[in-house]
């Protein structure tokens, strides 16, 4: 069982690139997540998805766009990359929406804006 | 706004001592919580969670203690190994049409020496 996929684990932009950070998962959760987590800080919420064709912002979503057209799939799209979004992030899913157990996170994408 | 954060960012203890890390949120409506494990290059890993409507739960050698009045979260772990130094999170989800939108803290870094 995969769990949780993202690719690809690393990459480096120049400002103003954009990219498309891939989100699978194979546990046919409804609620998916996208996350980002900066050096020495906690995860910030960037969008998040209730189910298929449902998405909604989080705490940090300027500058990035996401989609749910399959239950599997969480693309995250990033649009005129700045410094500000070098980061880590983490894609996450959960059966239940965390109210009754919790996020399966991915392994992370280590993106580097220069 | 609200959040949640921890008291202390780093911990080292002996091997075989008991690790307590603590966590305070300020969410009053918050009425889930979760610890994370987050192991260096690695996505967090859920260790263990509780409602707000118990103060007490445990696992395997964890338990998570939660003082609603003080609005304070903390993990024990008992007798710590090496294999327990990682990053540790609280998470916090406000309830109601949150989603299982969490609320991360800063973490604290667990050192565990042999």
């Known amino acids: 069982n995969a769990g949780v996929t993202q690719t690809p684990k690393f990459r480096i932009l120049k400002i103003g690139q954009s990219m498309t950070l891939q989100c699978t998962q194979d546990m046919n959760h409804n609620y998916m997540y996208w996350y980002r987590q900066d050096p020495g800080m906690g995860l910030k919420l960037i969008y998040y998805s209730v189910g298929a064709g449902i998405t909604d912002k989080g705490e940090v979503p300027n500058g990035y766009n996401v989609s749910r057209s399959t239950t599997e799939d969480f693309p995250l799209r990033l649009e005129l990359a700045a410094p500000s979004q070098t980061s880590v992030y983490f894609c996450?899913?959960?059966?239940?929406?965390?109210?009754?157990?919790?996020?399966?996170f991915g392994e992370g994408s280590r993106l580097t804006v220069l | 706004g609200e959040s949640v954060g921890l008291h202390l960012p780093t911990l080292s203890v002996q091997e075989g001592d008991n690790s307590i890390i603590n966590c305070a949120y300020s969410n009053s409506a918050s009425d889930y919580f979760i610890w994370y494990k987050q192991e260096s290059g690695k996505g967090p890993q859920f260790i263990i969670d509780i409602r707000s409507n118990m103060d007490k739960r445990q696992g395997q050698r964890v338990t998570v203690l939660l003082n609603k009045t003080v609005k304070h979260l903390s993990l024990q772990i008992a007798a710590t190994q090496p294999g327990d130094s990682a990053v540790y999170f609280c998470?916090?989800?406000?309830?109601?049409?949150?989603?299982?939108?969490?609320?991360f803290g800063q973490g604290t870094i667990l050192t565990v020496h042999p």
């Open positions: 998470a916090e989800n406000a309830g109601g049409t949150s989603y299982g939108k969490l609320t």
């Open positions: 996450a899913s959960s059966r239940s929406g965390g109210r009754t157990g919790e996020l399966f």
